[in-house]
């Protein structure tokens, strides 16, 4: 009940709002010339959050922990070949079974570069490898500017209006993206330093461009009558979708960094960066990649997983922290563990489990072992 | 099998080629060994190859180097160019191949040495016994009944046959001087951190070092020059101040060993180091630490895979608190300077290498003030606290021929290595020390 509770308050306050601009658009959709002014003011809103993601993005960063290549091949690998894959086999195991639309949405947001923000904050709390979270997210970042819109033409098949009809036009828009990017990141030696003093002011201009999108593409939604095309069944079947989604991705990504031996701090970025979905990039991205009476839909999915992942990183980061905490407490102590359950508790702490056929050997090794801290302790003069 | 240093003076002198010196070895090793279980891999091809760099060196009259086609073994933890360092353990079999050779063997290979095989271990080094999951228990070669010791039992046991003129191990806790002891060789544990340990699987990284086995002074000392890059000294004609060690070092010890130190120190004070029981102590909980530490993830992952008889002892180690290591570490810090000041006036302090000779295989148990204990864990009660001091020890065999062999610590102070080759050259000179070859089967291979 506590736990439910916590969860309930961990709701991001942003998706808050989210979820407030999609219930505005939906009572009081803008139309009209008012729609081409909204559209008007979100384009250049995508331009001025594109502008600023360049100009927040530190190479230095990037430089500073690339040693660490193989993690950060890990990470991108995940982002961009293992999350498009599942997406695919997802998409093609349920065709026909939901809108088509919606399913578009759920292969677009496999597409997308991690997030930031929010994968260094989760690995901080579960103590892992914050330098490098801060690379291989910041290079997932980077690098999906490029790459995502290619794969968007290269895997999304959009008929009636879609934007991804050639070659020309995804050149267009990733021009539309791109240009403002390098602008933003070029001129980072001379406003960068202002930007990085000044997040706390930039955070409402980067969140209010969102929120404009949404907004936008919500009243575009409304109008070609997106509540009578997605149904509460829709809805549920995306949300257990993107679960699949996400423990499929979760699940391989903590087999292959059990299989690579990667130390516990490096397994944790991989967890976190690889299998996150930027919702700050995707918003935006789809108003410039879609149709405008498809950005709705196309983002729909996007806002459920990235919900989604937020409550599961949630836990999972206070899970390893508390098991982090655990390997102090049980590492700070002098004392020796006795006896089965005791030594299997700690064992636990530590993340290990002694199997049964060793727990005879184990209780007589941690017993000579005892004897010897005696002896260096002093509380027994023999040995 | 010759000598290290009478093989290098006939290949480099074209009494016989390095490729004939190998495979008189190769032949040599795949007899003698079928008895012993002390090579884990024979390096044939890449043997040859070596050899026929020497002998093409030789035949251009340019220097072949101090250790012209003189071949050696590797305990199972020195990286070996293309092959997996295996640590004596199956989870490290099918590893990556290790992308180049350890600085160790580097050294050896410039001078013209020969390397031939790897050789058998406790796995991970941690034991004193080399009971192996995975290549079997190297036998003693002077009562193949019983054990080599280890946890470098593969390298002391082909040595003492005949099979190899010498050969590379590590010691941490006593891993040298323990099998040295029991097969009645010469081996050498360094100052800490004296020779390279580039490319060495780490045991317990606080003591770990390598260390050469050879059948006589001058042999060792000529690998001791070459492995740390300045040839040692000639041991100068000088009296060198000699001692005893008493204390904890009198008690648990052969009776042959207590006769013989009356003999060959008769007059020497008397030195008690403080603290041994509580120097033994930490440094049994360092490495138990430190190993246990070095295998965690691969012991959470799967501990089953690992060889029974070391699994049970790194788990422990595992579980062990980081509060105690750092109160065994706080320790060794003042043992080191208390050690440091007592012994300031000698060069030479005598100590037993082992408590007892080689314990039956059948029965690996030892007496150990008076309780039957494991040999595998207790064989080195008297090499632990002279690693734990950081100490150089070069172990020498008592010499006694037809008799289970009994060895000698010479233990000086930090970087005076040179002192213990004096005392032990003298000692063989007098027939005090010495090699004696094993009995029986093996006997063929001496020549």
């Not at chain 1, 050149?171 to 791109?178: P, S, Y």
């Not at chain 2, 090793?29 to 060196?57: C, F, M, W």
């Not at chain 2, 060789?185 to 340990?197: E, F, S």
């Amino acid at each position: 009940m506590v736990r439910s509770m916590k969860l309930l308050l961990s709701w991001d306050p942003f998706l808050i709002a989210l979820i407030a601009v999609v219930g505005a658009a939906s009572l009081f959709p803008v139309s009209g010339v008012a729609a081409g002014w909204v559209g008007a003011a979100a384009d250049l809103a995508i331009t001025l959050l594109f502008f600023l993601h360049g100009a927040k993005l530190s190479r230095a960063a990037i430089v500073q922990g690339a040693g660490n290549w193989r993690l950060h091949a890990m990470v991108l690998g995940s982002t961009y070949i293992l999350f498009p894959a599942a997406g695919l086999a997802l998409v093609a195991l349920v065709q026909g079974w939901g809108n088509p639309l919606l399913l578009s949405g759920l292969l677009y947001l496999t597409l997308l570069p991690s997030t930031v923000q929010s994968s260094i904050a989760f690995t901080a709390i579960a103590r892992g490898n914050v330098a490098a979270a801060v690379c291989s997210a910041s290079l997932s970042n980077l690098v999906g500017i490029f790459i995502t819109p290619l794969l968007v033409g290269l895997l999304l098949q959009i008929e009636a209006n879609g934007t991804i009809s050639s070659w020309q036009s995804i050149r267009t828009i990733a021009l539309q993206l791109l240009l403002p990017f390098l602008a933003g990141h070029f001129l980072r030696p001379l406003i960068g330093g202002l930007i990085d003093r000044n997040k706390a002011i930039l955070q409402p201009v980067d969140r209010g461009s969102i929120l404009l999108v949404v907004y936008s593409a919500f009243s575009a939604a409304v109008i070609n009558g997106i509540w009578s095309r997605v149904s509460l069944g829709d809805l549920l079947e995306l949300l257990a979708l993107s679960a699949v989604l996400l423990a499929l991705i979760m699940g391989f990504n903590w087999g292959v960094a059990r299989l690579a031996k990667l130390p516990r701090e490096d397994a944790i970025v991989l967890l976190f960066c690889g299998s996150k979905k930027s919702l700050v990039s995707g918003v935006p991205m789809a108003g410039a990649l879609f149709a405008p009476s498809q950005v709705g839909l196309v983002v729909l999915p996007l806002m459920i997983f990235h919900q989604l992942q937020l409550f599961v990183c949630a836990a999972l980061a206070s899970h390893f922290r508390r098991q982090s905490e655990a390997v102090d407490d049980a590492e700070a102590t002098l004392a020796i563990s006795h006896g089965a359950q005791q030594i299997d508790a700690t064992a636990a702490a530590l993340g290990m489990t002694i199997p049964e056929a060793c727990m005879p050997g184990v209780e007589a090794n941690l017993a000579l072992l005892e004897r010897h801290a005696e002896t260096l302790l002093r509380r027994d003069d023999a040995g | 099998m010759k000598s290290v240093i009478e093989i290098a003076h006939a290949v480099r002198h074209g009494q016989i080629s390095a490729m004939q010196m190998v495979d008189q070895c190769l032949s040599g090793l795949a007899a003698g060994d079928r008895q012993l279980g002390a090579v884990t891999r024979v390096l044939a091809e890449r043997a040859r190859g070596e050899a026929a760099q020497v002998d093409a060196l030789v035949a251009a009259g340019r220097d072949p180097g101090p250790l012209a086609g003189v071949p050696y073994g590797v305990k199972d933890l020195f990286d070996v160019a293309g092959l997996p360092t295996t640590a004596g353990s199956s989870l490290y079999a099918d590893a990556p191949p290790a992308s180049r050779d350890a600085e160790a063997i580097e050294r050896l290979r410039a001078a013209g040495a020969i390397l031939v095989a790897t050789l058998n271990m406790d796995e991970f080094a941690y034991g004193f016994a080399t009971i192996n999951a995975r290549h079997g228990t190297t036998r003693n070669p002077h009562a193949l009944e019983r054990l080599a010791g280890g946890s470098s039992g593969g390298s002391a046991a082909v040595v003492a046959a005949g099979l190899l003129p010498f050969a590379l191990g590590s010691d941490t806790n006593g891993s040298v001087r323990v099998p040295a002891s029991l097969t009645g060789v010469y081996g050498l544990k360094p100052t800490h951190g004296a020779l390279p340990m580039r490319g060495v699987f780490p045991f317990a990284k606080s003591f770990d070092d390598v260390g050469p086995f050879a059948r006589s002074t001058r042999d060792l000392r000529l690998i001791c020059g070459v492995l740390q890059g300045i040839a040692m000294a000639e041991p100068r004609a000088r009296s060198l101040r000699v001692a005893r060690l008493g204390g904890r070092f009198c008690d648990n010890v052969d009776a042959d060993f207590s006769a013989a130190l009356a003999t060959i120190a008769p007059g020497a004070p008397v030195v008690d180091l403080p603290e041994i029981a509580r120097a033994r102590s930490a440094a049994f909980l360092i490495a138990a630490y430190e190993g246990g530490h070095l295998h965690r993830d691969a012991l959470a992952r799967d501990a089953m895979a690992f060889d029974p008889a070391t699994r049970d002892r790194l788990l422990a180690g595992a579980l062990l608190p980081s509060g105690l290591n750092h109160a065994a570490q706080d320790f060794c810090n003042e043992f080191k300077q208390l050690v440091g000041k007592l012994i300031v006036d000698y060069d030479v302090l005598l100590a037993p290498s082992a408590p007892c000779v080689a314990p039956l295989i059948e029965d690996p148990l030892i007496l150990i003030d008076g309780a039957r204990r494991p040999a595998r864990s207790d064989l080195g009660i008297h090499t632990q606290p002279i690693s734990f001091a950081g100490l150089p020890s070069l172990a020498v065999p008592l010499r006694r021929p037809g008799r289970l062999p009994l060895g000698m610590q010479l233990i000086g102070r930090p970087g005076d290595e040179a002192s213990l080759f004096g005392f032990a050259a003298m000692l063989e000179e007098n027939g005090v020390i010495g090699w004696s070859p094993p009995p029986g089967v093996l006997q063929g291979n001496h020549q």
